[in-house]
């Protein structure tokens, strides 16, 4: 392992923020078998898992991360800190609309969402209970069964007060850089990017962008709260780090091209 192993560091994941990208960075710095995952789709099977473990169980793994990784908050030790990559929200709302559309294995979305228009999606969203995704997953499991926009607002602020490190995917890299030295990584975060969504044929609409933000005003609330810890927390180091770390990556990808890595 390298790294520091005083506490629990639990990686709460919210959907299309560069969670299967950071999926793929975590155990290769923890080491596969020191990281609980859980999946995003048996998420409910593998969190009531956890809680079932003694503590003697839970104690070998300084690490939990996937969705829903947040809900566990009681279920750990004091001695825990929880990190979160945040997204623009009408970013977030775009690649989720792409990604819906070839996510086959949705069954409960994909059928419906595959031949919606991004302006049809919006709409599916609103009446769906599908807003404010950020926000709502902070602190409900079942983002889908909360509508009151009071409750909303109040679990997510709580939520982002639970968040030691919220990053963000529009500076992934830098994001690492601050984790890195937090966290006390000692190797390098290397990387490929994993599931990206092809948004080909995608043109931004300012009408849809007022509207989307019109019906997701909490996600935007939270989102610039998460933008102001996150400059807070970014030094000079990490700035130092970053340029460091982008040639050193950039050429892992290239070795990883020809796969020579």
């Known amino acids: 392992m390298t790294c520091k192993n005083d506490m629990v560091t639990v990686f709460h994941h919210i959907p299309k923020t560069a969670g299967t990208t950071l999926l793929d960075i975590v155990p290769k710095i923890y080491g596969t078998n ?123 602020l709580q939520g982002l007060e639970k968040i030691d490190y919220p990053c963000l995917t529009e500076y992934f890299d830098l994001s690492l850089m601050l984790l890195r030295r937090e966290l006390g990584w000692k190797s390098w975060p290397h990387y490929l990017r994993k599931n990206e969504s092809d ?20 996600d935007y609330l939270v989102y610039e709260k998460a933008v102001e810890k996150f400059w807070s927390l970014v030094t000079e180091e990490d700035r130092i780090s970053l340029n460091a770390f982008n040639r050193r990556n950039a050429v892992y990808k290239y070795l990883k091209k020809f796969r020579i890595a």
């Open 34 to 156: 020191r990281c609980y995952v859980i999946d995003g789709i048996e998420t409910d099977y593998d969190v009531a898992q956890f809680r079932k473990m003694s503590d003697l169980e839970k104690n070998r793994y300084p690490v939990i991360i996937g969705h829903q990784a947040i809900m566990l908050y009681r279920d750990i030790p004091e001695k825990k800190r929880v990190v979160t990559f945040f997204r623009d929200p009408y970013k977030q709302f775009v690649s989720n609309y792409y990604y819906l559309r070839k996510a086959r294995h949705n069954l409960k979305h994909h059928h419906r969402v595959k031949n919606l228009s991004l302006a049809d999606f919006l709409d599916y969203c609103i009446d769906n209970n599908l807003d404010n995704p950020q926000a709502k997953v902070l602190f409900s499991a079942h983002y889908e069964d909360v509508t009151d926009i009071e409750e909303i607002r109040r679990g997510g």
């Open 199 to 218: 948004k080909s044929g995608y043109f931004f609409n300012q009408d849809l962008f007022d509207k989307h933000r019109a019906h997701n005003e909490i």
